[in-house]
């Protein structure tokens, strides 16, 4: 069965007069630069079009670095990194209570992901 997690990414323009432009670029991006990435994932990624966000999002997944579409995914962050104007969170929860991922790259950051835990009581 293998190790799993729980991985979201959140890719976003910085706030201020380009964002709609650089937003635009981002689209345009998933479809040329990464498309390979793009239709791998297809069903993870959602465009969040009022918040201006596209977003990644996958339960229950083996996300081992040594797999191919994984340095592929990371390798793309890092790219996204690189660029002016774009930024991105990265939040990567394993099975392991302590084993929690968490990166982010970008001049205007805003810190929408977070990690949660609670305890429950159902008698």
Not at 20 to 31: F, I, P, S, T, W
Not at 43 to 55: C, I, P, Q, S, T
Not at 63 to 85: A, H, T
């Amino acid at each position: 069965m293998g190790y799993r997690s729980d991985v979201t990414v959140l890719i976003y323009p910085d706030n201020g007069e380009q964002n709609a432009e650089r937003y635009d670029m981002l689209k345009v991006l998933m479809n040329t630069t990464f498309k390979k990435i793009y239709e791998e994932f297809d069903e993870a990624f959602e465009w969040l079009d009022n918040h201006r966000v596209l977003k990644f999002a996958v339960e229950s997944v083996k996300w081992y670095d040594s797999y191919p579409d994984v340095r592929d995914f990371q390798s793309m962050l890092e790219d996204i990194s690189d660029m002016e104007g774009l930024n991105y969170e990265f939040m990567r929860v394993g099975e392991d209570y302590d084993d929690i991922e968490q990166n982010q790259r970008g001049d205007d950051l805003q810190y929408h992901i977070s990690v949660s835990r609670s305890i429950e009581v159902d008698l």
